[in-house]
């Protein structure tokens, strides 16, 4: 299998995939899983996000 | 003192208890999410097996660094620690990656990552597996 991705895609799979699985470790209750999976989906982009603007300056 | 030996040694409840809690452990890490379905949380085994599945895939897809206990480095002992946390599905990504791992680009960049991180999501699944049969978490 060979998979191709641009930054943001792999960046937006990985954040979705880490914030479902978190969503269910560490809450029980279906709305709350969703509530956490969402917050943590937006707090990955958010940063991951951020850094790459931070580091913007540096990169030429 | 009969009272006093029942308070220090455990009852084999108890003992009971904690093998299948280990044994759940184990099965997590073996195989993501089994943990959870031995103690019939089928909705977190499947979500489990399907997320540390989808990272190793996509991880090997991406043609990212699947690390060997022959590491040079630390930093390659402690990717193939973290690799290893996989399980079976270390093998699976061994076995979908026969061009071998490139990270000369990105990609192979993003890859190493994915598969780091499916290790270690899975020693936190099969953790979680273990502290719920023994009865500390929901």
């Known amino acids: 299998m060979n998979v191709h991705f641009t930054h943001f895609q792999a960046m937006l799979l990985f ?5 479902v699985a978190f969503g269910f470790l560490s809450r029980r209750r279906p709305l ?13 982009l958010l940063v991951g996000i951020g850094i790459g603007w931070a580091m913007y300056p540096f990169s030429r | 003192m009969t009272d006093e030996v029942q ?40 979500v489990f097996f399907i997320t540390v599945g989808a990272l190793v895939l996509i991880g090997a897809g991406m043609r990212g660094n699947v690390f060997n206990s022959d590491g ?40 190493t990552r994915f598969l780091a ?18 009865g500390r978490k929901g």
Request: charged share 20%.
């Open chain 1, 32 to 44: 709350d899983r969703v509530k956490y999976m969402l917050w943590s989906l937006f707090l990955f």
């Open chain 1, 15 to 19: 954040a979705l995939v880490i914030s």
């Open chain 2, 7 to 46: 308070m220090t040694e455990s009852s084999p409840t108890e003992k009971g208890r904690e093998t299948f809690a280990i044994a759940c452990g184990a099965a997590g890490w073996l195989v993501p999410g089994l943990g959870h379905g031995l103690q019939k949380m089928w909705g977190r085994a499947i």
């Open chain 2, 72 to 111: 040079g480095d630390a930093f390659a002992s402690l990717g193939y620690l973290a690799d290893l946390g996989a399980g079976s599905f270390y093998l699976l990504a061994k076995q979908d990656e026969p061009n071998g791992a490139d990270v000369s680009r990105a990609r192979g960049d993003y890859g």
């Open chain 2, 117 to 134: 991180a499916a290790g270690v999501l899975n020693l936190l699944c099969a953790l979680h597996a273990y502290e719920a049969a023994r």
